[in-house]
């Protein structure tokens, strides 16, 4: 049973009196993860004390050595826990813009074709649009914000390399079917897939084999965690076959440019470890326990978030965007799978007024940014949306809350 009293007690902000509902762009970071990051960049600078050696089984330790240095390791193992996946296949870097660039680049297969999808933020797209590559898209259901997998067999040819796709939309939420997908990119071309799972990763259990994916993205800001990203590979020997930017280095540093700040790496275990006990009856090794948290966590914010789509879909004037209306009703809407994010429109109410009415309130959401995918189901054109994102602390009192204030306009 989710505790979610115990998780509110870890996160220290939420005595401020507001009630935050928009974890999809600014998550409150948890107060574990906060004072790590700080003693981390305290720490940083000092020299570890060098244990002496005894016995035949010991592993000597590097004399002169700043902490700050062994604060990488120790984010690669958290993210590899996080994912199922080995520490040495973990890139580091400060955002996933920089690291798509860099893998970009790196890629030994630039004259060939790729599959993008049109859903994703330019951010995820652009670094793969260059000249000499051909472009195929993915195209969404308008409807549910869904992209199905059966358009992939006419997509994928022999001669695709990369596939690249958000494994949900940020805003509405829909998941796409990663696994299914992969299946298919690998049944039909040798290309790699490329999954950013940030929309994802702080909602629900991931299994990097599962899903048959390559490489997997994600930030480890969207857990209320620091300003780092990662991509986590399938297999050490894909690093063999990128082009290093930088010289005289092997594996995940060959894509690791510019310095990281110690005491951000310093904060990636502690924020795993902290998704790793949300559930406090979980036992055993981290990856165990995170895959039992994570599970249980899933659990409470389904429920949670079906309590908000139906509290909202009972107020006549207000449209979800993906769940409401024809097309998504035809689109048989209960089948697709969804992390607690909801972007809604309330008629004839500009986003902004909608936003500050709720910030009257006490609420805090977002007005939806210009995206993609939100463009194309007319989100602009109905005076622009309104998104909440749900959180581990999240309660049925919120939604309530949330209810009546967006009732007293519409």
């Excluded at 574990?32 to 305290?42: I, L």
């Excluded at 520490?87 to 893998?103: F, I, K, Q, T």
């Excluded at 067999?153 to 949900?168: C, H, K, N």
């Amino acid at each position: 049973m989710f505790d979610v009293a115990r998780v509110r007690g870890l996160y220290v902000s939420l005595s401020d009196g507001w009630t935050y509902l928009n974890a999809h762009e600014s998550p409150q970071i948890p107060e574990k993860v906060s004072g790590a990051v700080a003693r981390s960049f305290r720490m940083a600078p000092s020299v570890a004390q060098v244990e002496p050696s005894t016995g035949s089984h010991s592993r000597s330790q590097e004399q002169g050595r700043p902490l700050g240095k062994s604060f990488a390791d120790s984010a690669r193992w958290a993210i590899a826990d996080l994912v199922g996946a080995s520490a040495d296949c973990v890139v580091l870097g400060p955002n996933l813009e920089m690291l798509y660039r860099s893998l970009a680049d790196a890629l030994p297969f630039r004259s060939h074709s790729v599959v993008l999808s049109q859903a994703d933020s330019r951010i995820l797209t652009n670094p793969f649009r260059r000249s000499d590559t051909q472009v195929s898209w993915a195209q969404p259901d308008l409807g549910t914000g869904d992209l199905p997998d059966w358009q992939f067999r006419s997509l994928i040819t022999g001669g695709t390399r990369l596939v690249s796709f958000a494994a949900a939309h940020p805003y509405v939420g829909a998941v796409v079917p990663v696994e299914e997908i992969s299946n298919i990119v690998h049944e039909r071309s040798r290309a790699w897939v490329l999954v950013d799972a940030t929309a994802v990763i702080g909602y629900r259990p991931i299994d990097m084999d599962a899903w048959g994916v390559d490489i997997l993205a994600f930030d480890c800001a969207a857990m209320g965690g620091p300003n780092v990203s990662a991509l986590v590979f399938r297999d050490t020997s894909m690093f063999p076959r990128l082009t290093s930017l930088r010289e005289g280095v092997e594996g995940p540093e060959k894509l690791e440019l510019g310095r990281m700040a110690a005491g951000m790496l310093g904060g990636v275990a502690t924020l795993v470890d902290h998704m790793a006990d949300l559930d406090e009856d979980a036992m055993g090794k981290r990856r165990r326990r995170l895959h039992v948290s994570m599970q249980e966590l899933n659990s409470y914010l389904r429920s949670l978030n079906n309590y908000a789509i139906e509290s909202l879909r009972g107020l006549p004037r207000v449209h979800l965007v993906g769940i409401s209306g024809e097309a998504a009703e035809y689109g048989d809407v209960g089948r697709i799978d969804r992390v607690p994010r909801l972007t809604f429109v309330v008629h004839n109410v500009p986003a902004e007024t909608v936003q500050q009415r709720l910030a009257a309130n006490g609420l805090v959401t977002t007005v939806s940014p210009n995206d993609p995918l939100l463009n194309a189901m007319g989100v602009a054109d109905a005076g622009g949306a309104v998104t909440i994102g749900l959180a581990p602390f999240n309660t049925t009192n919120d939604i309530d809350q949330l209810t009546r204030v967006v009732a007293s306009l519409a």
